[in-house]
């Protein structure tokens, strides 16, 4: 991984942020901004890298605690972005989101759809169809992510949610289902069945588009 230094003065975070805007950033990019800088042992990108990784395991539910682990972020830095996380989760909060679509979840996942790794994620609806959280349940290989029932309805069932979106990304580019995205899709439907949580659809996407389960008969 490049250091902020080591970067040409147009690819830093802060200078294309001004030259394009904030959506042609990565989320560690963004993150770096907020950070400001790193420490003397920690490049800012990499603390951002950090951060990232536990916003993208905990969701909704990050604490300041969870920050605090990572070397170079002290209780200072770690309430500033808790505190910014909260406002932002005010004002554009995912729990609400009224949907009608199943794809109507693609604004609150797609910026996951750069990742190198397959990330499987897990949105809780409730019976209003109303989303309630959105977490990644859990990061495979380049082309795979290793996915079990137990692993996508725990916290599900602690929310109480009456149905889930099970989604995730593909970094080869082709967003048609695998064999082994279908073998998923049904044993996560088994699942949901005991359990009485209906599976609203299984969403496949990148950067440039998705491929919904339900809307091609698939689910």
Known sequence: MKKLKDL???ERPREKLLQYGPGCLRDHELLAIILGKGTKKNDVLYLAHKIVKIIDRKGLSM????LIKIEGIG??????????????????????LKIIFPSDVLPLIQHYGD????????????????????????????NTAQVHPREVFADVICERASAVIIAHNHPSGDLNPSREDLSTTHMIKEAAKVLGIQVLDHI??????????????QL
Not at 76 to 96: D, H, L, M, W, Y
Not at 207 to 213: K, M, Q, V
């Open 8 to 10: 040409p003065q147009k």
């Open 63 to 66: 604490e300041v605690e969870d």
């Open 75 to 96: 209780t200072a830095r770690a309430t500033s972005i808790t505190a910014a996380f909260e406002f932002v989760r005010r004002r554009i909060k995912p729990e609400g």
């Open 115 to 142: 990742r190198k790794q397959e990330h499987f994620l897990s949105i809780s609806v409730n019976g209003a169809n109303e989303v309630m959280n959105v977490r990644v349940v859990t990061i495979g290989l380049v």
């Open 204 to 217: 496949i996407f990148n950067t440039r588009g998705y491929y919904s389960l339900q809307e091609n008969n």
